[in-house]
C-alpha cells in the first residue's frame, strides 16, 4: 500500500530556533500533501495545503511566514517552523491523497520546544 | 456550529459489547465520509469508507443518512486491541482531498 513517511519522528529544541520537518510519499507521486497539527487530546487542524510548483495554500489563522511549506518536488514537502516557541510544540502530521479521495498519513513528528 | 461533531468520549465498555457512535456534519453538500482510527501518539489510519448503501467489514459497520446528516459506526463483539480514538472525517467538496475531523471519540474495551 502507499507509504507516506516523515522525518524526524520527534524533536526537541529551544524557543527561536527553527525546526524543519520532511514528508515524503515513497511509492506514489504527490502533487498535494496536506499538514496538520494535533494539540494533546485534540483532533486534527488542517494548516496548509502543500502545492508541487505552487505557493501553498494556508488555512486561516495559520501564519504563513511562521510556517513555512515547500513542496520541492512530487515526493518530498517540507514544514518549516521558524523562530519556534513553546506553544508550538505539538504534533505534526502530513497526508498525500492516493486515488479517489482517500489519504494516507505519514507516522507524525512530535516538536516539543523548550 | 463545528462542521464535523461526534459523540463526546470516552466510552467504556467490556471486551465482547458492542458500541455504537455517531458524527453529525453541517455542510449537507459533503461528499465523502470516513472513519480513522488513531492509537495515542500515532497519525491516523482509515478505518472504512462510509458509503450511503452503509457498508460492513467484519465486525464493524458504518452507515450514512444524508437527510439527517449523520455517519455512525458500529463495533460488533469489541475486542481489547479496538481500543483507541475513532475519528469521524468528511470530505466536504467534490473532487477535493480538504477533509475536515471531527474531535474524535475515544474508545476503552476492558477485559
Known amino acids: 500500500g502507499a507509504v507516506v513517511s516523515q522525518h524526524p519522528s520527534w524533536v526537541i529544541c529551544k524557543s527561536g530556533t527553527s525546526v524543519k520537518i520532511e514528508c515524503r510519499s515513497l511509492?506514489?507521486?504527490?502533487?498535494?500533501m496536506f499538514w496538520y497539527r494535533q494539540f494533546p487530546k485534540q483532533s486534527l487542524m488542517l494548516m496548509a495545503t502543500?502545492?508541487?510548483?505552487?505557493?501553498?495554500?494556508?488555512e486561516q489563522g495559520v501564519e504563513k511566514d511562521k510556517f513555512l511549506i515547500n513542496h520541492a518536488s512530487l515526493t518530498l514537502s517540507t514544514l518549516t517552523v521558524t523562530s519556534a516557541h513553546p506553544e508550538d510544540s505539538s504534533f505534526y502530521i502530513c497526508?498525500?491523497?492516493?486515488?479517489?479521495?482517500?489519504?494516507?498519513f505519514g507516522p507524525g513528528t512530535r516538536l516539543t520546544v523548550l | 456550529r463545528k462542521e464535523v461533531e461526534q459523540d463526546p468520549g470516552p466510552f467504556n465498555v467490556p471486551e465482547g459489547a458492542t458500541v455504537a457512535f455517531n458524527c453529525t456534519y453541517s455542510?449537507?453538500?459533503?461528499?465523502?465520509f470516513f472513519w480513522y482510527r488513531q492509537d495515542c501518539r500515532k497519525e491516523p489510519k482509515l478505518l472504512m469508507s462510509?458509503?450511503?448503501s452503509g457498508n460492513e467489514d467484519g465486525r464493524f459497520t458504518a452507515q450514512l443518512n444524508r437527510a439527517s446528516q449523520y455517519i455512525s459506526l458500529l463495533i460488533r463483539d469489541s475486542k481489547l486491541s479496538d481500543s483507541a480514538t475513532y475519528l469521524c472525517?468528511?470530505?466536504?467538496?467534490?473532487?477535493?482531498?480538504?477533509?475536515?475531523f471531527g474531535a474524535g471519540t475515544r474508545l476503552f474495551v476492558k477485559a
Open positions: 497526508s498525500a491523497p492516493v486515488g479517489g479521495d482517500t489519504q494516507y
Open positions: 511509492d506514489f507521486q504527490a502533487t498535494t
Open positions: 502543500s502545492n508541487e510548483g505552487s505557493k501553498a495554500t494556508y
Open positions: 455542510n449537507s453538500a459533503s461528499q465523502s
Open positions: 462510509v458509503y450511503s
Open positions: 472525517v468528511v470530505n466536504p467538496s467534490t473532487g477535493g482531498f480538504k477533509t475536515i
